[in-house]
């Protein structure tokens, strides 16, 4: 039966490079992966066939037991059946697309190889169970250490450091003479983790101070404060950076540094002058100064009226020329010359705020 599998096999890896156009390549078989596999192949068989004689011979002592267990005589064959359903699940599994590279193999000759490495697996894996179940074979479990008459059973935290519950006679025992108040002091040592913690950390401080107080090949605390510090101001200028462009009519606040009102007058003059005038007093669009609003005269009303502009009066929206922190300023300057009554106002429009 093996050998009409492996000629089988064999006759199928050496026809397939024929299908193809041009010189004919090397057969598939002197491919080491190839031979590797087929090796595998053949000792897996080999076990399955020690296994399947083990199965037979078991099956005799097996027979003496159905005669007073008749109802496991189900459970083996649900094992049997169990395991010609994963080798049929094995042997029918799509085989991936994905090539080889590091052989000459062909995708369909490798994972066909491999899925009979793997269907032989299962049926070992399978067999040993079936074995296993009509040998009668079971784990040995090591029985438990009951304590000594009269001693307290150790508890795993006490093995685990190394101390022990003691009774009034074993104190006795144990009594390194120290009494204070009452309280007396019993030879319990110091636990290993704790021991070998701080044996770790003597290590540690050693190497710590090697490398940054003597070779200098790592940074010590007071460096490693400064780069954080510095990647922390790195990270408030790019979120501040990011704030300033998040400013919308919901959240603006009226803008009082200098710095602030001179880009937004700069603005101002490039920008709105030609209706406004240069000092806010008005030309074609209302006058600025005066305590008359058309759209509003709080901060987020009139940040909204540039933003969005007023299209039925010909003003435009300079939210695609300006930034949300630009229109900040810029709405912040017009707030700044509110009263300052320049020359030849224009006259009121709008409510009064």
């Known amino acids: 039966m093996n050998r009409k599998f492996l000629y089988t096999l064999s006759f199928i890896l050496c026809s397939a490079p024929a299908w193809a156009n041009g010189p004919e390549p090397p057969s598939e078989l002197t491919d080491p992966v190839a031979l590797v596999l087929l090796t595998v192949i053949i000792?897996?068989?080999?076990?399955?066939?020690?296994?399947?004689?083990?199965?037979?011979?078991?099956m005799d002592i097996f027979r003496e037991k159905i005669k007073k267990e008749s109802g496991k005589m189900l459970a083996v064959g649900s094992m049997i059946a169990l395991t010609l359903l994963s080798g049929s699940a094995f042997a029918g599994e799509a085989t991936p697309a994905a090539s080889p590279y590091?052989?000459?193999?062909?995708?369909?000759?490798?994972?066909?190889?491999l899925s009979v490495i793997v269907l032989e697996l299962a049926v070992i894996i399978s067999l040993l169970f079936v074995l296993r179940f009509l040998a009668g074979i079971k784990r040995k479990r090591k029985p438990k250490k009951e304590p000594a008459?009269?001693?307290?059973?150790?508890?795993?935290?006490?093995?685990?450091?190394?101390?022990?519950?003691?009774?009034?006679?074993?104190?006795?025992?144990?009594?390194m003479g120290h009494n204070f108040d009452g309280i007396r002091e019993l030879n319990n040592p110091t636990p290993p983790w704790w021991k070998w913690g701080f044996i770790f950390s003597v290590c540690f401080g050693v190497i710590y101070f090697w490398r940054t107080e003597i070779s200098h090949s790592a940074p010590n605390q007071l460096q490693?404060?400064?780069?954080?510090?510095?990647?922390?101001?790195?990270?408030?200028?790019?979120?501040?950076?990011n704030a300033a462009n998040n400013i919308d009519?919901?959240?603006?606040?009226?803008?009082?540094?200098?710095?602030?009102?001179a880009a937004g007058q700069?603005?101002?003059?490039?920008?709105?002058?030609?209706c406004h005038g240069p000092q806010g007093q008005g030309v074609v669009?209302?006058?600025?100064?005066?305590?008359?609003?058309?759209h509003g005269g709080k901060?987020?009303?009139?940040?909204?009226t540039i933003k969005y502009g007023v299209p039925d009066k010909g003003m435009k929206a300079w939210q695609e020329d300006f930034s949300p922190k630009q229109l900040a300023q810029l709405a912040s300057f017009i707030k700044s010359i509110h009263g300052s009554n320049p020359p030849n106002p224009k006259e009121p429009q709008g409510a009064k705020e």
């Open 299 to 304: 901060i987020n009303e009139v940040f909204k």
């Open 149 to 175: 008459p009269g001693k307290p059973r150790i508890t795993f935290m006490e093995r685990m450091n190394k101390t022990r519950t003691l009774d009034a006679a074993s104190e006795s025992e144990e009594d």
């Open 266 to 274: 700069k603005m101002f003059i490039s920008s709105c002058a030609p």
């Open 224 to 241: 490693e404060l400064q780069m954080a510090e510095e990647k922390a101001a790195v990270a408030k200028a790019e979120f501040l950076k």
């Open 43 to 58: 000792g897996l068989l080999l076990a399955i066939g020690i296994l399947g004689n083990a199965v037979i011979g078991a």
């Open 249 to 261: 009519e919901n959240n603006v606040k009226l803008l009082e540094d200098p710095n602030d009102l």
């Open 285 to 294: 669009g209302p006058n600025l100064c005066d305590d008359y609003w058309l």
């Open 102 to 113: 590091f052989s000459r193999l062909s995708p369909t000759s490798f994972y066909v190889l």
